[in-house]
């Protein structure tokens, strides 16, 4: 029988602060993930067709966002170029959200990623204590949910740089630099949760 889960909580709000972020420091620049560190559980279990369909959901909902930071990239390398604006970038960071209109998300720093967000607020919310409640997993869940405060530290950092540039544009190369940055970790968490998660969601029978 499949666990009975709590329904999805509100989105968190982004926490943003210039001293802070999220209870450590913030430098202008967001430390790498470091795959090393990982725990690795994923390969001991054979899963059904079924058992697999919500790993399958997961790269889904995963390849929407890899589609995104492919027009962040496009959007960045344009206007280091000369041939965008920094309204594209910030466009870019905000298309991780559901669609809405550049006036419509611009200026809501706390949520730079609304949709983002939702999707991490379920996992951190629903499925990764379900998640834990099998030993063996309970450190990838449990991981998986600190690599999430890491990626909202790069979209906060994608969207002060877009900003900054407005009234600097000699920091266009920072921004290049931290778009590069997202992508690198974002795809990273991506790849790392999909290897990891298919299993448990299919011993758990739960959904995504």
Do not use: K
Request: proline content about 7%; charged content about 25%; hydrophobic content about 40%.
């Amino acid at each position: 029988m499949s666990p009975t889960l709590a329904p999805p909580a509100r989105p968190r709000q982004v926490r943003r602060s210039r001293e802070g972020w999220a209870g450590g420091p913030y430098a202008g620049t967001v430390p790498p993930i470091d795959d090393a560190t990982r725990p690795r559980v994923a390969g001991s279990v054979e899963l059904t067709p079924r058992q697999r369909a919500a790993g399958d959901h997961l790269r889904m909902i995963h390849d929407h966002f890899r589609s995104q930071l492919e027009t962040l990239s496009r959007a960045v390398a344009s206007f280091r170029d000369g041939t965008g604006d920094v309204d594209a970038v910030r466009a870019g960071v905000h298309g991780l959200a559901p669609s809405l209109s550049a006036q419509q998300v611009s200026g809501l720093c706390g949520q730079v990623c609304r949709f983002l967000t939702m999707h991490h607020t379920i996992e951190d919310q629903n499925l990764f204590p379900a998640v834990a409640t099998l030993p063996a997993y309970a450190p990838v869940a449990q991981r998986l949910a600190e690599e999430h405060r890491v990626v909202h530290a790069h979209l906060e950092r994608v969207d002060d740089l877009a900003l900054a540039v407005l009234t600097d544009p000699a920091r266009v190369d920072e921004l290049v630099a931290a778009v590069a940055d997202l992508r690198t970790d974002l795809e990273s968490h991506f790849a790392y949760e999909e290897a990891e998660m298919t299993e448990p969601l299919g011993l758990l029978g739960l959904g995504v």
